[in-house]
């Protein structure tokens, strides 16, 4: 199993420009969580999604949005990205029972210039 | 979910046990102590989870007071590897959907 994973594991974007961040999971688990870690700060909450087709906002939903369009996948999308979007970015996941266990990605580091 | 108090950093030697302690005081009945780490650079990975007994797994320990009001994650023969930062979550069931909240954590280090 190669658990979650993430792609790009870097990237750095221009002000205005937009991306997508692309977490898979090969576990089956029906939660998937996007966060947010800044330089000496624990991770904030971004989106989440409790199965295939739903999306809900965390702690910091403002300037993302999710999709959640097959169980395996879930997206992070930045419209217009903007410097204070410039973070490591991290995915999980987590069976529907015992989701406080979750699996983590290895990162996503993204930089708005 | 109950706020956790850590200290911010602990050092240990190599082969000692290093015993990481949580404060959760206004933990409710319904909320078990999640403990992670993330070494650095990486994403968090999960140690270990209790309610109100003690656990362990092949990773390490969890002693949670009577009270609940307290536990210390226990790894048992800390190695150069352990060196990272570890976090007490308290999170409860229900509707949070595994909203877990990272507070700043105990930066452990472990000296050769």
């Known amino acids: 199993n190669a658990g979650v994973t993430q792609t790009p594991k870097f990237r750095v974007l221009k002000t205005g420009q937009s991306m997508t961040l692309l977490c898979a999971q090969d576990m089956n688990h029906e939660y998937m969580y996007w966060y947010r870690q800044d330089p000496g700060m624990g991770l904030r909450l971004i989106h989440y999604?409790?199965?295939?087709?739903?999306?809900a906002k965390g702690e910091v939903p403002d300037g993302y949005n999710v999709s959640r369009l097959k169980k395996q996948n879930f997206l992070l999308g930045l419209e217009s990205a903007a410097p204070s979007q410039t973070s490591v970015y991290f995915c999980a996941s987590s069976k529907r029972r015992g989701w406080g266990e979750q699996f983590f990605g290895p990162g996503t580091r993204l930089t708005v210039l | 979910d109950a706020k956790t108090t850590q200290p911010p950093s602990m050092d240990c030697a190599e082969g000692r046990a290093a015993n990481l302690p949580c404060n959760h005081s206004?933990?409710?009945?319904?909320?078990?102590v999640y403990w992670y780490r993330q070494i650095h650079s990486q994403g968090p990975q999960y140690i270990i989870h209790?309610?109100?007994n003690n656990e362990t797994n092949e990773m390490a320990s969890l002693i949670i007071t009577e009270d609940r009001k307290s536990s210390t994650l226990i790894l048992p023969h800390a190695t150069l590897r352990d060196t990272a930062v570890y976090y007490c979550?308290?999170?409860?069931?229900?509707?949070?959907?595994?909203?877990?909240?990272f507070g700043q954590g105990t930066i452990l280090t472990v000296h050769p």
């Open positions: 209790g309610l109100k």
């Open positions: 979550i308290v999170h409860a069931g229900g509707t949070s959907y595994g909203k877990l909240t």
């Open positions: 999604s409790v199965g295939e087709g739903t999306t």
């Open positions: 206004t933990i409710s009945g319904n909320e078990y």
